[in-house]
């Protein structure tokens, strides 16, 4: 199997950032304060979970084999994948800021 090149790293490292600026995210958020938790701080939590789950995900969807050599549809779920994540951690980044 070839080395990835073009968007499989650049795909890859693209997630990788993402997914350590969630985690610096939970952790000013303060995901280990002792308050209870609220219905915004669920959400929040709920998103970023998501979000985290599809970064993760990216690096393994765009380096898997398909059959045809040629082949670019496993890139474009891990693209579409990168997007559900970024706007997952997002959007639990602004609800807590608004809320």
């Known amino acids: 199997m070839p080395s990835p090149t073009g968007s499989v790293p650049a795909l890859s490292a693209a997630s ?3 997914f350590s600026i969630g985690i610096v995210f939970l952790g000013y958020w303060g995901l280990y304060e002792p308050t209870k938790w609220r ?3 669920v959400f929040v939590f709920v998103f970023a979970m998501i979000g985290f789950g599809c970064l993760g995900l990216v ?13 670019d549809v496993r890139i474009r779920v891990a693209r579409h994948m990168f997007l559900i994540g970024v706007l ?5 980044v602004a609800i807590s800021v608004i809320f």
């Open 88 to 92: 997952s951690i997002w959007l639990g």
């Open 39 to 41: 219905a915004s701080d």
């Open 59 to 71: 690096p393994w969807m765009a380096t898997s084999p398909v059959e045809p050599e040629n082949s």
């Open 16 to 18: 990788a950032t993402i």
